[in-house]
């Protein structure tokens, strides 16, 4: 959200027998100084491979712009990440305390470790599920990049 309490984007699920298939994602678009719509931003298509693999591509409109797969360890946390890009390859990894994303970052073919994101959470609902994540760019947590705020309807 921006300072004015607008929500900047946000992103649908599709799933198809439980399983997420497609991910659409929405950002703000700024028409005049006092208008503005949610206009697609990205789309991704998985694909379940195995327990452990999903392979997926994301596309802008009608170009894909990158494919990859995504690797869960036992628990069904994302444990890495192989992203193809303009025919570069890269490995995502994420690291986790607690069960929580503390830290990603990027290992390029080279070795060559890059774009390192360190994650905060500040709040909690009453059933232990985050409600507030703060995304800092970079090793150094000085001020937050991006808060995620979700919210959950229980049954």
Known sequence: MNEQGDTLGLSKIRRENGEIVEE????????????????????????RESDSQVNFEVWQGSKMVFEGATYYDSKGRVERQVQVVNNREVMVH???????LVENYQVER???RSSTQLYDYEGVDEHGNWTSKLVYVGSDKISPEVVFTRTY???
């Open 24 to 47: 659409i994602v929405f950002t703000r678009q700024f028409l005049t100084p006092k208008h503005s719509k949610l206009a697609e931003a990205s789309r991704t298509v998985m694909n």
């Open 94 to 100: 994420h690291v986790y305390d607690k069960d929580l």
């Open 110 to 112: 080279d070795g060559t």
């Open 153 to 155: 309807e229980y049954y």
